[in-house]
């Protein structure tokens, strides 16, 4: 069975709450208190979703803050699994004089 990755949250924000709404970008972040930059970055899924804008999303919006910061653990996880093969660590063993 495949996995598939989880959405990153800035295309859910983007088309259940910027778009939904009928607001451009730079409308949204005015009411989000936010420059335009920083909500098109992590629209476009150049930034994570941080916890503060995790919370503005939620007193302007009404989306559940925890559901959006699960969104993002969920992608991070998911990209991280994704490049397990290029991290090399090997498992620790103890030392067993030192055990």
């Known amino acids: 069975m495949a996995m598939h990755t989880p ?7 983007r088309t259940e709450i910027i778009e939904a709404h009928g607001l451009s970008v ?3 972040a005015k ?6 930059p920083a909500l098109s ?3 476009n899924r150049n930034a994570d979703l ?5 919370l503005r ?5 009404g ?3 925890d559901t959006l910061m ?7 996880v998911a990209q991280a699994r994704r490049d397990a093969a290029k991290i090399r660590v090997r498992r620790y063993q103890p030392d067993s004089a030192h055990a």
């Open 7 to 13: 959405v990153h949250p800035g295309e859910l924000i």
């Open 26 to 28: 730079t409308a949204a």
């Open 31 to 36: 009411v989000l208190g936010v420059s335009r």
């Open 41 to 43: 970055n992590l629209l």
């Open 50 to 54: 941080s916890g503060e804008m995790a």
């Open 57 to 61: 999303l939620e007193k302007a919006f």
């Open 63 to 65: 989306v559940s803050m």
């Open 70 to 76: 699960r969104m993002q653990a969920a992608y991070d």
